[in-house]
């Protein structure tokens, strides 16, 4: 079974550029999660999708960040504008549905704004 | 609202020694807890988790984790470590759907 795929792996931009990251699930799994996650610091959760509705956004910053996933399946997490503090390495994660099911994590795309 | 302390940030040990790594909890309401490793360069895969049931729960690769409600604790411990276990855990509380982690505690296993 293919795990969760995440690209870039890798970005480098600068300030107030927009930035773009793509998450494909484990096929099947109808919950998708992205988490922020900033050197030294535990993952923190950005938005959580079941299937294709928003199932929590509270801690996405609304004004720079948005995230879609349209047809239930990927994923996008855009910046625009980046700022400094955004450097972070950006995790998407899935799991079969809500509630105490195991998350699966993917690699995680690493976010340096300068 | 729930918050997670993991008490050491980084943990030494040699290899074939028993570690435990540490992570207290608060929170009004009941709550799951969950123990996640990191691999460098890896997304976090999960080691074990507590819904109900017994308090002392096993996981992968050895490791097991006991929950105590009184003293709001759910320390993870393994009797002999490899070096294959140097990762970053992550203790993590959940009181609904939403996951609050720690952050972190960096395992370094040496020869």
């Known amino acids: 079974e293919a795990g969760v795929a995440q690209s870039p792996r890798y970005k480098i931009i600068e300030k107030r550029q927009s930035v773009a990251f793509w998450c494909n699930p484990i096929?099947?799994?109808?919950?998708l999660y992205w988490y922020q996650q900033i050197l030294g610091q535990g993952p923190k959760l950005l938005i959580q999708f079941q299937n294709n509705g928003v199932v929590d956004d509270s801690q996405l910053p609304k004004d720079r960040f948005s995230a879609e996933r349209l047809k239930g399946v990927d994923s996008t997490l855009k910046i625009q504008p980046a700022k400094l503090e955004d450097s972070a390495v950006y995790l998407c994660?899935?799991?079969?549905?809500?509630?105490?099911?195991?998350?699966?994590f993917g690699p995680g795309t690493r976010l340096t704004v300068t | 609202a729930q918050s997670v302390t993991q008490l050491d940030s980084q943990v030494p040990v040699f290899e074939e020694a028993p570690v435990e790594l540490r992570c207290n909890y608060s929170s009004s309401v009941s709550v799951y807890l969950f123990w996640y490793v990191q691999y460098p360069n890896q997304g976090l895969q999960l080691l074990l988790k507590y819904l109900s049931g017994s308090t002392l729960v096993k996981g992968i690769n050895g490791f097991e984790a006991e929950f105590n409600k009184s003293q709001t604790s759910f320390h993870l411990r393994k009797p002999s470590v490899h070096i294959s276990d140097t990762a970053e855990y992550f203790c993590?509380?959940?009181?609904?759907?939403?996951?609050?982690f720690g952050k972190g505690t960096k395992l370094t296993v040496n020869p």
């Open positions: 993590a509380v959940s009181a609904s759907e939403k996951l609050v």
């Open positions: 096929s099947g799994h109808a919950t």
């Open positions: 994660a899935s799991s079969l549905d809500r509630g105490w099911g195991e998350q699966y």
